[in-house]
Protein backbone atom coordinates (compact mmCIF):
# COMPACT_ATOMS: atom_id res chain seq x y z
CA UNK A 1 0.00 0.00 0.00
CA UNK A 2 1.39 3.04 -1.45
CA UNK A 3 0.89 7.18 0.11
CA UNK A 4 2.17 9.19 -2.92
CA UNK A 5 2.75 12.76 -2.16
CA UNK A 6 3.17 15.45 -5.29
CA UNK A 7 6.54 16.22 -6.36
CA UNK A 8 8.70 18.15 -4.51
CA UNK A 9 6.08 17.84 -1.76
CA UNK A 10 7.63 19.38 1.50
CA UNK A 11 9.11 18.07 4.10
CA UNK A 12 6.32 18.56 6.42
CA UNK A 13 4.33 16.53 4.76
CA UNK A 14 6.62 14.25 4.02
CA UNK A 15 7.34 13.56 8.23
CA UNK A 16 4.08 13.64 9.42
CA UNK A 17 3.27 10.42 7.02
CA UNK A 18 6.40 9.69 8.98
CA UNK A 19 4.81 9.91 11.91
CA UNK A 20 1.71 8.14 10.72
CA UNK A 21 3.35 5.07 11.05
CA UNK A 22 4.21 4.89 7.01
CA UNK A 23 7.73 4.14 5.53
CA UNK A 24 9.40 6.62 3.29
CA UNK A 25 11.17 5.53 0.25
CA UNK A 26 13.26 7.87 -1.63
CA UNK A 27 14.82 6.87 -5.64
CA UNK A 28 17.21 9.15 -6.94
CA UNK A 29 16.59 10.96 -10.21
CA UNK A 30 18.63 13.70 -12.43
CA UNK A 31 15.97 15.79 -11.63
CA UNK A 32 14.08 16.24 -7.80
CA UNK A 33 14.11 12.63 -6.13
CA UNK A 34 10.81 10.64 -6.61
CA UNK A 35 9.82 10.16 -2.37
CA UNK A 36 6.67 8.62 -1.70
CA UNK A 37 5.63 6.32 1.87
CA UNK A 38 4.39 2.70 1.93
CA UNK A 39 2.90 0.42 4.93
CA UNK A 40 5.13 -1.63 6.64
CA UNK A 41 5.41 -4.54 4.62
CA UNK A 42 5.12 -7.14 7.90
CA UNK A 43 1.21 -5.52 8.35
CA UNK A 44 -1.58 -7.72 7.31
CA UNK A 45 -4.16 -6.05 4.96
CA UNK A 46 -6.39 -4.87 7.42
CA UNK A 47 -3.66 -3.35 9.49
CA UNK A 48 -2.70 -1.79 6.26
CA UNK A 49 -6.46 -0.18 5.96
CA UNK A 50 -6.35 0.83 9.83
CA UNK A 51 -3.29 2.43 8.99
CA UNK A 52 -4.46 4.36 6.06
CA UNK A 53 -7.52 5.80 7.16
CA UNK A 54 -6.29 6.24 10.82
CA UNK A 55 -4.11 9.19 8.76
CA UNK A 56 -6.57 10.97 6.86
CA UNK A 57 -7.56 13.19 9.73
CA UNK A 58 -4.49 13.93 10.37
CA UNK A 59 -3.78 15.12 7.20
CA UNK A 60 -7.08 16.80 7.15
CA UNK A 61 -6.09 18.70 10.61
CA UNK A 62 -2.60 19.99 8.60
CA UNK A 63 -4.65 21.27 5.61
CA UNK A 64 -3.80 18.81 2.87
CA UNK A 65 -6.59 17.36 0.75
CA UNK A 66 -6.40 13.66 0.82
CA UNK A 67 -7.77 10.44 -1.43
CA UNK A 68 -8.12 7.53 -0.68
CA UNK A 69 -9.47 4.55 -2.25
CA UNK A 70 -12.96 2.96 -1.21
CA UNK A 71 -11.83 -0.73 -0.41
CA UNK A 72 -8.90 0.79 1.88
CA UNK A 73 -11.42 2.92 4.07
CA UNK A 74 -11.94 1.37 7.21
CA UNK A 75 -14.48 3.66 9.85
CA UNK A 76 -13.34 2.41 12.76
CA UNK A 77 -9.74 3.40 12.48
CA UNK A 78 -11.05 7.00 11.22
CA UNK A 79 -13.07 7.13 14.26
CA UNK A 80 -10.44 6.22 16.37
CA UNK A 81 -7.84 9.26 15.00
CA UNK A 82 -10.69 11.54 15.22
CA UNK A 83 -11.18 10.74 18.62
CA UNK A 84 -7.21 11.19 19.10
CA UNK A 85 -7.38 14.64 17.69
CA UNK A 86 -10.25 15.58 19.80
CA UNK A 87 -8.18 14.40 22.69
CA UNK A 88 -5.17 16.61 21.57
CA UNK A 89 -3.09 13.59 20.93
CA UNK A 90 0.25 13.50 18.61
CA UNK A 91 0.04 12.05 15.45
CA UNK A 92 1.03 8.65 15.94
CA UNK A 93 0.29 5.38 14.18
CA UNK A 94 -3.01 3.72 15.25
CA UNK A 95 -3.11 0.55 17.67
CA UNK A 96 -3.36 -2.38 16.25
CA UNK A 97 -6.57 -3.92 16.17
CA UNK A 98 -7.04 -7.56 15.13
CA UNK A 99 -10.47 -8.11 15.83
CA UNK A 100 -13.36 -5.69 15.27
CA UNK A 101 -13.98 -4.22 18.74
CA UNK A 102 -17.62 -4.03 20.18
CA UNK A 103 -19.88 -0.70 19.72
CA UNK A 104 -20.87 0.38 23.08
CA UNK A 105 -23.10 -2.10 24.25
CA UNK A 106 -23.50 -4.01 20.83
CA UNK A 107 -21.67 -6.55 19.38
CA UNK A 108 -20.45 -6.78 15.55
CA UNK A 109 -23.87 -8.83 15.15
CA UNK A 110 -26.46 -6.36 16.74
CA UNK A 111 -24.78 -4.18 14.09
CA UNK A 112 -25.57 -5.82 10.96
CA UNK A 113 -28.85 -7.04 12.83
CA UNK A 114 -28.53 -11.06 12.90
CA UNK A 115 -27.77 -13.42 15.36
CA UNK A 116 -23.79 -14.71 13.81
CA UNK A 117 -21.57 -12.97 11.83
CA UNK A 118 -18.49 -14.02 10.24
CA UNK A 119 -16.00 -12.17 8.78
CA UNK A 120 -11.80 -12.70 7.96
CA UNK A 121 -9.37 -9.93 10.33
CA UNK A 122 -5.52 -10.19 9.77
CA UNK A 123 -5.48 -13.90 8.59
CA UNK A 124 -8.57 -15.28 11.08
CA UNK A 125 -11.67 -15.84 10.92
CA UNK A 126 -14.01 -14.49 13.85
CA UNK A 127 -17.63 -15.47 14.74
CA UNK A 128 -18.88 -12.58 16.51
CA UNK A 129 -23.15 -13.55 18.36
CA UNK A 130 -25.30 -10.49 19.52
CA UNK A 131 -24.76 -9.35 22.93
CA UNK A 132 -25.79 -11.94 25.81
CA UNK A 133 -26.29 -14.17 23.21
CA UNK A 134 -27.82 -17.62 24.70
CA UNK A 135 -25.94 -20.57 25.90
CA UNK A 136 -27.37 -22.97 23.05
CA UNK A 137 -25.65 -21.44 20.41
CA UNK A 138 -22.65 -20.41 21.96
CA UNK A 139 -22.32 -24.44 22.59
CA UNK A 140 -23.02 -25.25 19.18
CA UNK A 141 -20.31 -22.88 17.93
CA UNK A 142 -18.47 -24.68 20.31
CA UNK A 143 -19.55 -27.97 18.64
CA UNK A 144 -18.28 -26.50 15.00
CA UNK A 145 -14.54 -26.73 15.98
CA UNK A 146 -14.52 -22.83 16.90
CA UNK A 147 -12.45 -22.20 20.01
CA UNK A 148 -14.45 -19.91 22.31
CA UNK A 149 -12.86 -16.83 23.98
CA UNK A 150 -14.12 -13.94 26.45
CA UNK A 151 -12.67 -10.71 27.84
CA UNK A 152 -15.27 -9.31 30.52
CA UNK A 153 -18.65 -9.38 29.18
CA UNK A 154 -17.56 -9.61 25.28
CA UNK A 155 -17.40 -13.38 24.38
CA UNK A 156 -17.08 -14.35 20.77
CA UNK A 157 -15.40 -17.39 18.92
CA UNK A 158 -12.32 -17.54 16.21
CA UNK A 159 -10.98 -20.24 13.98
CA UNK A 160 -7.69 -21.90 16.12
CA UNK A 161 -4.72 -20.49 15.80
CA UNK A 162 -2.46 -21.62 13.41
CA UNK A 163 -4.89 -23.39 11.26
CA UNK A 164 -4.38 -22.78 7.16
CA UNK A 165 -6.19 -20.41 5.77
CA UNK A 166 -7.75 -22.90 3.25
CA UNK A 167 -9.02 -25.31 6.54
CA UNK A 168 -10.50 -21.66 7.95
CA UNK A 169 -12.54 -20.99 4.96
CA UNK A 170 -14.06 -24.36 4.72
CA UNK A 171 -15.39 -23.81 8.48
CA UNK A 172 -16.65 -20.74 8.03
CA UNK A 173 -18.30 -21.93 5.07
CA UNK A 174 -19.35 -25.21 6.26
CA UNK A 175 -20.98 -23.64 9.87
CA UNK A 176 -23.49 -21.59 7.76
CA UNK A 177 -25.92 -23.67 6.67
CA UNK A 178 -25.86 -26.00 10.05
CA UNK A 179 -26.57 -22.35 12.10
CA UNK A 180 -29.24 -21.57 9.95
CA UNK A 181 -31.04 -24.77 10.40
CA UNK A 182 -30.64 -24.08 13.95
CA UNK A 183 -32.83 -20.90 13.35
CA UNK A 184 -30.28 -18.12 13.53
CA UNK A 185 -29.70 -15.60 11.21
CA UNK A 186 -26.31 -15.14 9.80
CA UNK A 187 -24.20 -12.91 8.05
CA UNK A 188 -21.23 -13.62 6.86
CA UNK A 189 -18.32 -12.18 4.73
CA UNK A 190 -17.97 -12.41 0.62
CA UNK A 191 -15.42 -14.95 0.12
CA UNK A 192 -16.10 -17.19 2.94
CA UNK A 193 -19.44 -18.88 1.70
CA UNK A 194 -20.28 -21.00 -1.27
CA UNK A 195 -17.52 -23.22 -1.85
CA UNK A 196 -17.80 -27.26 -1.33
CA UNK A 197 -17.92 -27.30 2.30
CA UNK A 198 -21.13 -25.35 1.78
CA UNK A 199 -22.40 -27.80 0.17
CA UNK A 200 -21.01 -30.80 2.13
CA UNK A 201 -22.91 -29.29 4.86
CA UNK A 202 -26.50 -29.01 3.15
CA UNK A 203 -25.74 -32.73 2.34
CA UNK A 204 -25.79 -33.57 5.84
CA UNK A 205 -28.89 -31.46 6.36
CA UNK A 206 -30.90 -33.62 4.22
CA UNK A 207 -29.16 -36.47 5.98
CA UNK A 208 -30.32 -35.18 9.49
CA UNK A 209 -26.65 -36.01 10.84
CA UNK A 210 -25.37 -33.71 13.48
CA UNK A 211 -22.43 -31.67 12.80
CA UNK A 212 -19.40 -32.63 13.07
CA UNK A 213 -16.34 -30.11 12.92
CA UNK A 214 -13.52 -30.42 10.24
CA UNK A 215 -11.64 -33.78 10.34
CA UNK A 216 -7.89 -32.14 11.31
CA UNK A 217 -6.70 -28.94 11.13
CA UNK A 218 -4.00 -28.26 8.90
CA UNK A 219 -0.69 -26.40 10.24
CA UNK A 220 0.23 -23.01 8.62
CA UNK A 221 3.89 -23.82 7.18
CA UNK A 222 6.44 -21.37 8.15
Do not use: C
Amino acid sequence: MHADTRTGAPERLLTLLDDLGFERRTLPTPGPAYVWHEAPAHLGEDAKNQLATHAVPWLHKAGYVVRIDDDVWDAAAYTDAAMALRDHGAPAPPAHRSRLVRLGSMTLADERDVDVTVYHSDGTIYVDTRAAAPEPLLALLDGLGLDRHQVEDDVWHQIPDETDEVVMKTMADRAVPLLARAGYRVDIDAGLFGGTAYRAALADQAALRPPPPPAAHVRRTR
